[in-house]
T-cell receptor, first 115, second 110 residues
């Protein structure tokens, strides 16, 4: 079965550079989520999209932006990178179930290292 | 607001039981449970919906007390493969924002 695809898997950047992460959700899933997970931390919700429209925002820094395209893939753009942005970034997709999120299917994550 | 999990960590031997608790200060429509192994993505275990409906794992059970805004995950006859960090997730009032608790690290020893 198709899973959530993230790219790149690993990324090394210098401070103040920019980075773009990509996510291809499971076909026919209507919701995409982005999470940031620092070492030993829980996944922090950043932002979600429903049917290509931005839905909810969490603790996403102003330096970050995201969008979902007509083919349903999503991109997380990060600018003016800081050391603290080093983390594992997960994308997940789901089918909405009424008033609650459905099962989230996570990609394998993109590990960003900022030097 | 982030749900609160307890305990933070638990170590047990194969075949033993464990309970992980999750509580929220906000009214809940559902509670989600995920397990994450080191360096891997979280994997879905269960959703408990308001009203008692439960969907998920065959060998792991959970309860959801809507009035107390609490959920507990029951791991019985633990297997080595149960080791990992367990997260509860809550989505008060939104179908598209799942907030995870701080996690409970479970270690099952032979």
């Amino acid at each position: 079965a198709a899973g959530v695809i993230q790219s790149p898997r690993h990324l090394i950047k210098e401070k103040r550079e920019t980075a773009t992460l990509k996510c291809y959700p499971i076909p026919r899933h209507d919701t995409v989520y982005w999470y940031q997970q620092g070492p030993g931390q829980d996944p922090q919700f950043l932002i979600s999209f429903y049917e290509k429209m931005q839905s909810d925002k969490g603790s996403i820094p102003d330096r970050f932006s995201a969008q979902q395209f007509s083919d349903y893939h999503s991109e997380l753009n990060m600018s003016s990178l800081e050391l603290g942005d080093s983390a594992l970034y997960f994308c997940a997709s789901s089918l909405e179930v009424g008033t609650t999120p459905g099962e989230l299917f996570f990609g394998e994550g993109s590990r960003l290292t900022v030097l | 607001q982030q749900p609160v999990q307890s305990p933070q960590a638990v170590i047990l031997r194969e075949g033993e039981d464990a309970v992980i608790n999750c509580s929220s200060s906000k009214a809940l429509y559902s509670v989600h449970w995920y397990r994450q192994k080191h360096g891997e993505a979280p994997v879905f275990l269960m959703i408990l919906l308001k009203g008692g409906e439960q969907k998920g794992h065959e060998k792991i059970s959970a309860s959801f007390n809507e009035k107390k805004q609490q959920s507990s995950l029951y791991l019985t006859a633990s297997q080595l493969s149960y080791s990992g960090t367990y997260f509860c997730g809550t989505a008060p009032g939104s179908a598209r924002q799942l907030t995870f608790g701080s996690g409970t690290q479970l270690t099952v020893l032979p």
